[in-house]
Every structure is written in C-alpha cells, then in structure tokens.
Nanobody, 124 residues
Framework: QVRLVESGGGLVQAGGSLRLSCAAS????????MGWFRQPPGKERECVAA????????YYADSVKGRFTISRDNAKNTVYLQMNSLKPEDTAVYYC?????????????????WGQGTQVTVSS
C-alpha cells in the first residue's frame, strides 16, 4: 500500500497559479501511473491529469489542457501539478492518486491509493 500526502492548495485569484505536490511512500513509486483528480462540490470526481510510467505518456482533461502540467520526480517519490491561468471553475478538492498499473488510466476505480485531498479555491 502506498501513502500519499498532498500539499500546495489554497486561495488564488483568477488568472493566478498554484503548484500542488504529492509525496508518496510505501512502495516503488516510479512503476505506476499517477493521477490528479478533482471533485467540485456536488459533482463527480474527475481525472484532470495522469502520467504513465510505462511510456511517459500523459493525459489532460479538455478543461485544463494548455493550463495544467503534470510532472513527476521519481528520485523524490513526488508528483506535481502545475496549475496556471486558474479559473473559478477550477475550484475543487484536488486529490493525488496512484494506480496499480503502468498503463495510462483515468477512471478513478483504477486507482487504489488516494491522498487526503487539498482545497483549491479560485476567486473571480
């Protein structure tokens, strides 16, 4: 089992930037796909970005393409989500998650370990 701890959320004005970090421990971090999900109030949890270990491919939700960047530092067991040009509709609790596969997957049911979540609030 892997333990994930997110940090970096907060309150930012529209157009601003935040970088989320997710530190992993408990198993070999580098062999699995990592994802960032978000869940706005009253809505389903959605994958906004994912990074595959097997071929370094990445996924971005259409709503964040060109604004968010996922990256990982396997030596530090850490995955990041750089969020630029933030919009009020990006407001949500953001979760880091680890899958049990090296393939690029985006459905939340394919992720077995989750962080506690970090709140991101974007004011207009």
């Amino acid at each position: 089992q892997v333990r994930l701890v997110e940090s970096g959320g907060g309150l930012v004005q529209a157009g601003g930037s935040l970088r989320l970090s997710c530190a992993a421990s408990g198993r070999t971090f580098s062999r699995y796909t990592m994802g960032w999900f978000r869940q706005p109030p009253g809505k389903e949890r959605e994958c906004v970005a994912a990074n595959s270990w097997s071929d370094a491919s990445t996924y971005y939700a259409d709503s964040v393409k060109g604004r968010f960047t996922i990256s990982r530092d396997n030596a530090k067991n850490t995955v990041y989500l750089q969020m630029n040009s933030l919009k009020p509709e990006d407001t949500a609790v953001y979760y880091c998650a680890s899958s049990n596969t090296a393939a690029l997957v985006t459905h939340h049911q394919l992720y077995s370990s989750w962080g506690q979540g970090t709140q991101v609030t974007v004011s207009s």
